[in-house]
């Protein structure tokens, strides 16, 4: 079975950066896509960025576009969230997925979950 293990969660202060941290294992990576959640209290999950593992396409929310960047590291494999100029709004947990989705943010294309890293973001 696949196992995920999330990393880099902590606090920052707003205009900060952090770095989250995937690793994956059990599964062959090539074929699937990898991606970050987020779900703050009181939020249904919403997809932040998505990764096609075998050619490379990503895809962002609008919210996060030009702050959030994904990327792989196929040789582990690990993927990474690098999030900069945060905001309060991005507080949040962060989960980590693989799947094989037909729509980039679909929660129901996705068949295995991390257990999630909290983000605060303060003002």
């Known amino acids: 079975q696949v196992q995920l293990v999330e990393s880099g969660g902590g606090s920052v202060q707003a205009g900060g950066s952090l770095r989250l941290s995937c690793a994956a294992s059990?599964?062959?990576?090539?074929?699937?896509?990898m991606a970050w959640f987020r779900q703050a209290p009181g939020k249904e999950r919403e997809g932040v960025a998505l990764i096609n593992m075998r050619y490379g396409n990503t895809y962002y929310s609008d919210s996060v576009k030009g702050r959030f960047t994904i990327s792989q590291d196929n040789a582990k494999p690990t993927v990474y969230l690098q999030m900069n100029s945060l905001k309060p709004e991005d507080t949040a947990m962060y989960y980590c997925?693989?799947?094989?989705?037909?729509?980039?943010?679909?929660?129901?294309?996705?068949?295995?979950w991390g257990q999630g890293t909290q983000v605060t973001v303060s003002s």
């Open positions: 997925a693989i799947g094989r989705p037909s729509k980039w943010d679909s929660i129901k294309g996705f068949d295995y």
């Open positions: 059990g599964y062959t990576y090539s074929t699937y896509c």
